[in-house]
């Protein structure tokens, strides 16, 4: 039987028995999902490569120690590593200091912009920016379930379970997150397009 055709668990028994390309075939199958739900919690593509480099260090080091236990739960025990790795980061950056432009620096003064002439992509850009703008807005716990639902395109059942709350709070929490987006478009008269 071909590798990439086995289940994750079979993925997983391969891998800790020595077979290298099966936890390969692992990584790529979950990357996108797994690296897209970082990226949209930390808005920036390094330090969501870091991250998301750490959450698969991390599962290498506890699958190699023979710790893994979640059978048949690979994706969202590899999400909940990643949303508390991002918490982490959260948590450690808010006792950093921050750089704030001044009169003598911004730091868009030294970054390439790339520009991109199409105006169907630059309309598409700016009502993306619009809605993420409206979704930043919300309260944390709104804010999470829009980013889990919509961009990691987790099921509720997911996001209940990494976010460790019912299914029925998880739905709640998405009904009420599109109230306020719809009752900020009203009041600030924006247009998506």
């Known amino acids: 039987m071909q590798v990439t055709k086995l289940s994750d668990q079979e993925l997983i028994t391969q891998y800790i028995d020595g ?4 936890f390969e075939v692992l990584l790529v199958r979950h990357k996108q999902k797994i690296y897209t739900s970082i990226y949209l919690f930390v808005k920036d593509h390094a330090l969501a490569e870091d991250i998301f480099q750490e959450v698969f260090i991390k599962i290498i080091d506890t699958l190699r120690k023979g710790k893994y236990n979640h059978e048949g739960k690979f994706v969202q025990w590899a999400m909940r590593i990643s949303y508390n790795m991002c918490v982490d980061y959260f948590r450690r950056s808010k006792r950093r200091p921050k750089v704030s432009p001044t009169e003598a620096f911004d730091i868009f003064d030294v970054l390439p912009v790339k520009e991109d002439n199409a105006e169907q992509t630059i309309i598409r850009s700016q009502t993306h920016d619009k809605v993420r703008k409206l979704v930043d807005m919300l309260p944390p716990e709104q804010r999470e379930v829009v980013i889990l639902r919509h961009y990691a395109d987790m099921s509720f059942k997911e996001i209940a379970q990494l976010t460790r709350v019912s299914i029925n709070t998880a739905l709640g929490r998405m009904r009420y997150a599109l109230i306020n987006i ?10 998506l397009q």
């Open 182 to 191: 719809r009752k900020m478009v009203e009041e600030k008269e924006i247009i």
């Open 19 to 22: 077979n290298d390309r099966a």
